[in-house]
């Protein structure tokens, strides 16, 4: 499998190096992590950001309120099909999405590929359905007319069968190589998990958003700007599991850093350095 690392949506949210750790300017830089996977069953999708719909038409698609916090740039360019089609491909092979979870800045590009089975937990589905994500992002976090059209949805248990570094894992999902593994990460969304991917050197663990800064793992001590520090807060739906599995996840960096490489949806430091060993 060759693999392609993506940013398929820009937020730009006043704060700057409170949020990212770097910028100079009064705005941050947060992405859309999302990685294009080539495989013998078909082009796959972990993530999709913003899709077109949400450029053409943001008020019908996205919350006023997070286009507002987060300041986001929707650049028809940057959408998953877009890029897709830059890397010289059609977007009807793109046969499987897989979702860490249905957050509107992670669900947007589903729809732009009618031909792809969307993976996702069962528990995700259920509570985005009913938009059950915090008394007040619930409804603003979850934008059903992003799915509200797929008609190949495969939902998995959440959790249960053969571990993985000691996480729960689910295995042998429909139609996808046996490298490919979903990890429930539950706190940030109560169906949130991980996407494991076995390469030749290792795993690959894309976390979601599980956490946002790398300083949240790689060492004993944590390290994440206030603004994030506030946001992942606002955003949770269970504190003690949300910490409890950044916790885990940092052990984990720790304990088989030779082997686990592990990235979040939203730091641009860990985008700009696993897509520049892509292209290497």
Same mark, same amino acid.
Not at 25 to 30: D, Q, R, V
Not at 144 to 150: D, F, I, K, L
Not at 231 to 255: K, P
């Given at each position: 499998?060759?693999?392609?690392? $993506?940013?398929?949506? &820009?937020?730009?949210? %006043?704060?700057?190096?409170?949020?990212?750790?770097?910028?100079?300017?009064?705005?941050?830089?947060?992405?859309?992590?999302?990685?294009?996977?080539?495989?013998?069953?078909?082009?796959?999708?972990?993530?999709?950001?913003?899709?077109?719909?949400?450029?053409?038409?943001?008020?019908?698609?996205?919350?006023?309120?997070?286009?507002?916090?987060?300041?986001?740039?929707?650049?028809?360019?940057? &959408?998953?099909?877009?890029?897709?089609?830059?890397?010289?491909?059609?977007?009807?092979?793109?046969?499987?999405?897989? %979702?860490?979870?249905?957050?509107?800045?992670?669900?947007?590009?589903?729809?732009?590929?009618?031909?792809?089975?969307?993976?996702? &937990?069962?528990?995700?589905?259920?509570?985005?359905?009913?938009?059950?994500?915090?008394?007040?992002?619930?409804?603003?976090?979850? #934008?059903?007319?992003?799915?509200?059209?797929?008609?190949?949805?495969?939902?998995?248990?959440?959790?249960?069968?053969?571990?993985?570094?000691?996480?729960?894992?689910?295995?042998?999902?429909?139609?996808?190589?046996?490298?490919?593994? $979903?990890?429930?990460?539950?706190?940030?969304?109560?169906?949130?998990?991980?996407?494991?991917? #076995?390469?030749?050197?290792?795993?690959?663990?894309?976390?979601?958003?599980?956490?946002?800064?790398?300083?949240?793992?790689?060492?004993?001590?944590?390290?994440? &700007?206030?603004?994030?520090?506030?946001?992942?807060?606002?955003?949770?739906?269970?504190?003690?599991?949300?910490?409890?599995?950044?916790?885990?996840? #940092?052990?984990?960096?720790?304990?088989?850093?030779?082997? %686990?490489?592990?990235?979040?949806?939203?730091?641009?430091?860990?985008?700009?350095?696993?897509?520049?060993?892509?292209?290497?």
């Amino acid at each position: 499998m060759k693999i392609h690392h $993506l940013n398929c949506g &820009t937020c730009c949210p %006043v704060g700057g190096r409170l949020f990212d750790g770097k910028s100079d300017s009064a705005f941050g830089h947060i992405v859309c992590h999302c990685l294009l996977i080539e495989s013998d069953a078909g082009l796959i999708l972990v993530d999709t950001g913003f899709g077109t719909r949400d450029v053409d038409h943001p008020a019908r698609r996205l919350s006023p309120f997070f286009l507002t916090l987060n300041n986001i740039k929707l650049r028809a360019e940057e &959408t998953a099909v877009a890029q897709v089609r830059r890397l010289g491909f059609d977007p009807a092979d793109v046969r499987h999405i897989i %979702v860490t979870h249905l957050d509107f800045d992670h669900a947007g590009g589903i729809e732009d590929f009618p031909n792809a089975a969307v993976h996702v &937990t069962a528990r995700e589905k259920e509570v985005a359905d009913a938009r059950r994500g915090g008394a007040f992002v619930g409804s603003r976090r979850y #934008r059903p007319q992003q799915w509200n059209e797929v008609n190949d949805w495969r939902l998995y248990p959440f959790g249960g069968g053969e571990r993985w570094f000691g996480f729960d894992a689910v295995r042998d999902l429909d139609g996808l190589p046996p490298e490919i593994l $979903l990890i429930p990460l539950a706190g940030h969304t109560w169906g949130h998990a991980g996407v494991a991917i #076995r390469e030749p050197g290792g795993w690959m663990l894309h976390a979601g958003d599980a956490y946002f800064y790398r300083g949240e793992i790689g060492a004993r001590q944590y390290s994440c &700007t206030p603004a994030l520090r506030g946001y992942q807060r606002m955003m949770e739906v269970d504190r003690t599991a949300r910490l409890h599995n950044q916790s885990r996840l #940092r052990q984990l960096s720790l304990d088989h850093a030779d082997g %686990v490489r592990i990235f979040c949806a939203h730091d641009p430091v860990e985008l700009d350095i696993l897509a520049a060993q892509a292209e290497g």
